[in-house]
């Protein structure tokens, strides 16, 4: 496995509020000949950090699964919106210039979520063709498009289910309804939305499971094919609910819930086949 850290933004093209920080690019890239599949990860934390429990660990199992991944570090409060769509934008802008050199198949390129990287990652999958991304350094019409969603137990509205905590993070604590409503991601699926895996827990307290139905009945009403698991039992951030994440923490260490890997894997199998 290669495996390297990588500033996204060249000297002066980073606009963050948080001048200290550096927004970056983590490789897991398989060293075996012939082209790949690729997931970019978005670690959760609220938009106020990023949780290494849903970083490493996740590439891990997706490079036994035969995929090159990439941990995206994005920015967080203090910085807002709209910095972290451009962090992803960047992230995936990248994997795609050095593709030959990551025997990456520029094709099948999926971008996975959990919980406010879960907003994080579909909001590249609504907002990937808003023109303001165009703004973006490097950028190419399209060449911010996922191939697929995965968005683990996601932050997606700004209404009535809201995580706010997330959205104040992102938006600010006094965000007009239009911003709430442009980052309420149930409003934005369109036919241009890539296929969509979901999974969520009924348990899940802190981002109730309305969000993730709330996405997928709009990708129902938009004809887009999705696969979604709600598990019954389970706590939020529960990321691969094994010992590896979570050791000697029987809450978060739950055998059925940690289907769901497995389970994405293949989904991923078939759409990208």
Same mark, same amino acid.
């Given at each position: 496995m290669?495996?390297e850290s990588i500033? @996204?933004?060249e000297?002066g093209?980073?606009?963050?509020?948080d001048?200290?920080?550096?927004?970056?690019?983590? =490789?897991?890239?398989l060293?075996?000949n012939? $082209?790949? +599949?690729?997931?970019?990860?978005?670690?959760?934390?609220?938009?106020g950090? =990023?949780?290494?429990r849903?970083? #490493?660990?996740?590439?891990?199992?997706?490079?036994? *699964?035969?995929?090159?991944?990439f941990?995206l570090?994005?920015?967080?409060?203090?910085?807002k919106?709209?910095?972290?769509i451009?962090d992803?934008?960047?992230?995936m802008?990248?994997?795609? #210039?050095? *593709?030959?050199?990551?025997?990456?198949?520029?094709?099948?390129? &999926?971008?996975?979520?959990?919980? &406010? +990287?879960?907003h994080?990652?579909?909001?590249?999958?609504?907002?990937?063709?808003?023109?303001?991304?165009?703004?973006?350094?490097?950028?190419?019409?399209? $060449?911010?498009k996922?191939n &697929?969603l @995965?968005?683990?137990?996601?932050v @997606? =509205?700004?209404g009535?289910? *809201?995580?706010?905590?997330?959205?104040?993070?992102?938006?600010?604590?006094? &965000?007009?309804?239009?911003?709430?409503?442009?980052?309420?991601l149930?409003?934005?699926?369109?036919?241009?939305?890539?296929?969509?895996?979901?999974w969520?827990?009924?348990?899940?307290?802190?981002?109730?499971?309305?969000?993730?139905?709330?996405?997928?009945?709009?990708?129902?009403?938009?004809?887009?094919?999705?696969?979604?698991?709600?598990?019954?039992?389970?706590?939020?951030?529960?990321?691969?609910?094994?010992?590896? =994440?979570?050791?000697?923490?029987?809450?978060?260490?739950?055998?059925? @819930?940690a289907?769901w890997i497995?389970?994405?894997?293949?989904w991923?199998?078939?759409?990208?086949?």
């Amino acid at each position: 496995m290669i495996c390297e850290s990588i500033e @996204i933004w060249e000297s002066g093209e980073y606009n963050g509020e948080d001048k200290d920080f550096k927004p970056t690019l983590s =490789t897991y890239v398989l060293k075996d000949n012939g $082209k790949k +599949g690729a997931v970019l990860i978005c670690p959760g934390g609220g938009y106020g950090g =990023t949780s290494w429990r849903e970083a #490493e660990a996740i590439a891990i199992e997706f490079n036994r *699964a035969g995929y090159n991944a990439f941990v995206l570090y994005y920015s967080v409060k203090p910085n807002k919106h709209p910095q972290p769509i451009y962090d992803v934008t960047r992230a995936m802008c990248i994997i795609r #210039e050095r *593709a030959e050199e990551w025997n990456v198949d520029s094709d099948k390129i &999926a971008v996975i979520g959990f919980s &406010a +990287g879960g907003h994080l990652a579909g909001s590249l999958g609504v907002h990937w063709n808003n023109p303001y991304l165009l703004d973006v350094p490097r950028m190419e019409k399209g $060449k911010n498009k996922p191939n &697929a969603l @995965i968005l683990s137990y996601p932050v @997606i =509205t700004g209404g009535e289910f *809201a995580h706010r905590g997330s959205f104040d993070n992102l938006l600010g604590e006094n &965000a007009d309804e239009k911003m709430i409503n442009e980052m309420s991601l149930e409003k934005h699926v369109s036919k241009d939305t890539p296929p969509t895996f979901l999974w969520h827990t009924f348990e899940d307290t802190c981002v109730p499971v309305e969000n993730s139905l709330l996405f997928a009945n709009a990708l129902r009403k938009n004809d887009v094919p999705f696969e979604m698991h709600i598990y019954p039992k389970g706590p939020h951030g529960i990321s691969l609910a094994t010992e590896v =994440t979570f050791d000697g923490n029987d809450d978060y260490i739950n055998s059925h @819930i940690a289907s769901w890997i497995k389970l994405c894997t293949e989904w991923l199998g078939i759409v990208f086949k």
